[in-house]
């Protein structure tokens, strides 16, 4: 959790760089819509920055805005995919980050966004025109920032062993180390019995595992409190060896 809120932190500074410049950055979508002959439309979704970005920025000021843009929007989307693997949620939490999700979604429509009080980048904006055009682009980082603190606030309340890494249990259930069953009376190339029977594969198996999990603790223990909270969800009650595969 803690990476988490310096992740947000970073991306909050970056941002207050970025609104110090909205002029430049609405200048630089002037100048890339009208590159495009496309001053009728508001700018409604990443995509198009993206495009305007890529085929009609003719000047390096411009360009070096709406990178920075983009890049804000492209940290947030991977912000996104941090906060839904660090634990299974509930319906607040869940909704949040669905909400979060969407907007940074390249083809999301940006154009019936505003950014509300505290927020004043709609109210910097010069006329109701430009507004119209550029109300939603420039309202979409505050907002999902504003609901990622949100999301943060509503996971901290939750228990501690609610947290966990869903990566890491997918890791200790699909990247266990399998070795090839051979039954009784198998043969190999050369003729001879086959040492590895069903028995002693299960038994190198759950040897296997018992080495990987004592491995996995000393990880999670150097994590401290979420490290434990990560062991307790991965291991779950105890149970007698041989009856169970994991």
């Known amino acids: 959790m803690n990476e988490i809120k310096e992740s947000l932190r970073n991306i909050e500074q970056t941002y207050k760089i970025f609104q110090q410049q909205q002029f430049t950055f609405i200048t630089a979508l002037e100048h890339t819509r009208e590159n495009a002959h496309d001053k009728i439309k508001p700018v409604s979704s990443i995509g198009q920055v993206q495009t305007y970005t890529d085929h009609y920025c003719n000047n390096s000021t411009d360009k070096r805005i709406l990178l920075l843009f983009l890049s804000i929007c ?122 590895i029977t069903e028995g002693t594969q299960t038994y190198i198996s759950l040897t296997e595992k018992a080495r990987e999990r004592e491995d996995r603790r000393v990880k999670l223990k150097q994590l401290g409190g979420l490290g434990r909270a990560i062991r307790k969800f991965l291991d779950g009650p105890w149970r007698p060896p041989g009856k169970h595969a994991f």
């Not at 927020?119 to 025109?129: F, G, R, T």
């Not at 999902?144 to 606030?153: F, H, N, P, R, Y």
């Not at 996971?155 to 609610?162: A, G, H, S, V, Y």
Request: hydrophobic share 35%; with cysteine.
């Open 74 to 195: 492209s940290d947030l989307n991977k912000l996104c995919q941090r906060l839904e693997s660090l634990h299974p949620g509930n319906s607040v939490t869940n909704a949040l980050l669905d909400k979060c999700k969407t907007l940074v979604s390249h083809s999301n429509d940006l154009s019936g966004i505003r950014a509300k009080y505290p927020h004043d980048v709609v109210n910097h904006l010069s006329c109701d025109e430009a507004r119209n055009h550029y109300g939603g682009v420039v309202s979409l980082i505050p907002i999902v920032l504003d609901s990622m603190k949100e999301w943060v606030a509503h996971t901290e309340k939750l228990p501690r062993n609610m947290l966990h890494s869903v990566s890491a249990r997918k890791a200790a259930v699909y990247n266990q180390a399998e070795l090839p069953i051979r039954r009784v009376g198998d043969r190999d190339h050369l003729g001879q019995p086959a040492f």
